[in-house]
C-alpha cells in the first residue's frame, strides 16, 4: 500500500502549471490530469475553446505563435498565486507530404511552431517561474528516429529533445528543470488519417511490444511524474511513452 508521503511526492496542490497546446488531444489529457493532482492548470490553445471543459483548467483561447497573447496567458497565471511551478509544451503541427519533398516555407513554418515557439514560451515562463519549477517539452519518437514524408518535424522533434538538454544545463543551477515527454504512435486528431487506415493502423500496432496505439491518457502519468517532487532530481532526460516501439528488435 502506498503511504501518505509517498504519494505526497505526485501532489500538485498549491502549484500553478500551464500547457500549451492544451484543446485537444495529448495536450488536454495531460492538462486535466495535472489539475486531478491537485495544479490550478491555465491551458492554452489555436481553438476558441476546449473540446472538453475540465474542472481545475483555466483555458486561453491563444496561439503559442502569438507571443504577446502567450505573455498575458502567463502574467494571468502568475498573478493568481505569485508565480508559476510547471510549464508543459504540447503544441505542435505536422505537414507531411507524400513525396517526403516539403517545400521551404512548409519546412520553416513546422520548425517554427514546433521549435522556436517552444523556446520562446519557455523564456517567458521561466520569467515568472517560482523556485524548483518544471519544464516539460512533448517530444516524439520521431526525435530520435527517421520517419517518411516529414523531414520538418523529424528535425523539430530531434531539435525539440536537444533544447530540452541545453535549457536544463542553462536553468539547472536557478533550480529550474527541463525534461521531454516523447510519445510513440498516439490516437488524436493529428494521426487520425493513419488511425482510419486498417493497413496502417495494424502496422503500427504490431510494431510496438505492446500490440496496441496508445491514448492521450497514456502520457497523463509520465507528466505528472516530471512535473512533480517525485522527479526532484531528474533534468535534461527524455522519457519515452511509446509502447515499447523504439526498444523493439525483431
Same mark, same amino acid.
Given at each position: 500500500?502506498?503511504?501518505?508521503?509517498?504519494?505526497?511526492?505526485?501532489?500538485?496542490?498549491?502549484?500553478?502549471?500551464?500547457?500549451?497546446?492544451?484543446?485537444?488531444?495529448?495536450?488536454?489529457?495531460?492538462?486535466?490530469?495535472?489539475?486531478?493532482?491537485?495544479?490550478?492548470?491555465?491551458?492554452?490553445?489555436?481553438?476558441?475553446?476546449?473540446?472538453?471543459?475540465?474542472?481545475?483548467?483555466?483555458?486561453?483561447?491563444?496561439?503559442?505563435?502569438?507571443?504577446?497573447?502567450?505573455?498575458?496567458?502567463?502574467?494571468?497565471?502568475?498573478?493568481?498565486?505569485?508565480?508559476?511551478?510547471?510549464?508543459?509544451?504540447?503544441?505542435?503541427?505536422?505537414?507531411?507530404?507524400?513525396?517526403?519533398?516539403?517545400?521551404?516555407?512548409?519546412?520553416?513554418?513546422?520548425?517554427?511552431?514546433?521549435?522556436?515557439?517552444?523556446?520562446?514560451?519557455?523564456?517567458?515562463?521561466?520569467?515568472?517561474?517560482?523556485?524548483?519549477?518544471?519544464?516539460?517539452?512533448?517530444?516524439?519518437?520521431?526525435?530520435?528516429?527517421?520517419?517518411?514524408?516529414?523531414?520538418?518535424?523529424?528535425?523539430?522533434?530531434?531539435?525539440?529533445?536537444?533544447?530540452?538538454?541545453?535549457?536544463?544545463?542553462?536553468?539547472?543551477?536557478?533550480?529550474?528543470?527541463?525534461?521531454?515527454?516523447?510519445?510513440?504512435?498516439?490516437?488524436?486528431?493529428?494521426?487520425?488519417?493513419?488511425?482510419?487506415?486498417?493497413?496502417?493502423?495494424?502496422?503500427? @500496432?504490431?510494431?510496438?511490444?505492446?500490440?496496441?496505439?496508445?491514448?492521450?491518457?497514456?502520457?497523463?502519468?509520465?507528466?505528472?511524474?516530471?512535473?512533480?517532487?517525485? @522527479?526532484?532530481?531528474?533534468?535534461?532526460?527524455?522519457?519515452?511513452?511509446?509502447?515499447?516501439?523504439?526498444?523493439?528488435?525483431?
Amino acid at each position: 500500500m502506498m503511504t501518505p508521503g509517498t504519494l505526497a511526492l505526485f501532489d500538485l496542490s498549491g502549484r500553478t502549471a500551464v500547457v500549451a497546446g492544451a484543446s485537444r488531444g495529448i495536450g488536454a489529457a495531460i492538462a486535466a490530469g495535472l489539475a486531478g493532482a491537485g495544479a490550478e492548470v491555465h491551458a492554452c490553445g489555436r481553438s476558441a475553446r476546449p473540446a472538453e471543459a475540465v474542472a481545475g483548467v483555466t483555458y486561453h483561447a491563444c496561439d503559442v505563435m502569438d507571443s504577446a497573447g502567450f505573455e498575458r496567458v502567463c502574467a494571468t497565471a502568475a498573478a493568481l498565486q505569485g508565480g508559476i511551478d510547471a510549464f508543459v509544451f504540447a503544441a505542435g503541427i505536422t505537414l507531411p507530404t507524400a513525396s517526403g519533398r516539403q517545400s521551404a516555407e512548409t519546412f520553416a513554418e513546422t520548425l517554427a511552431v514546433n521549435l522556436t515557439a517552444a523556446y520562446r514560451s519557455a523564456i517567458s515562463v521561466t520569467a515568472r517561474m517560482r523556485d524548483s519549477g518544471s519544464i516539460v517539452f512533448v517530444t516524439s519518437i520521431n526525435a530520435t528516429l527517421g520517419f517518411p514524408g516529414n523531414p520538418g518535424y523529424v528535425a523539430a522533434k530531434g531539435g525539440l529533445r536537444q533544447l530540452a538538454k541545453a535549457l536544463a544545463l542553462d536553468l539547472g543551477p536557478g533550480g529550474t528543470r527541463v525534461n521531454a515527454l516523447a510519445p510513440g504512435y498516439i490516437r488524436t486528431r493529428m494521426t487520425a488519417a493513419s488511425y482510419a487506415d486498417p493497413v496502417q493502423r495494424a502496422a503500427r @500496432s504490431a510494431r510496438t511490444m505492446l500490440g496496441r496505439w496508445g491514448e492521450p491518457s497514456d502520457l497523463v502519468g509520465a507528466a505528472i511524474f516530471l512535473v512533480s517532487d517525485a @522527479s526532484a532530481y531528474v533534468t535534461g532526460h527524455e522519457l519515452v511513452v511509446d509502447g515499447g516501439w523504439t526498444a523493439k528488435g525483431l
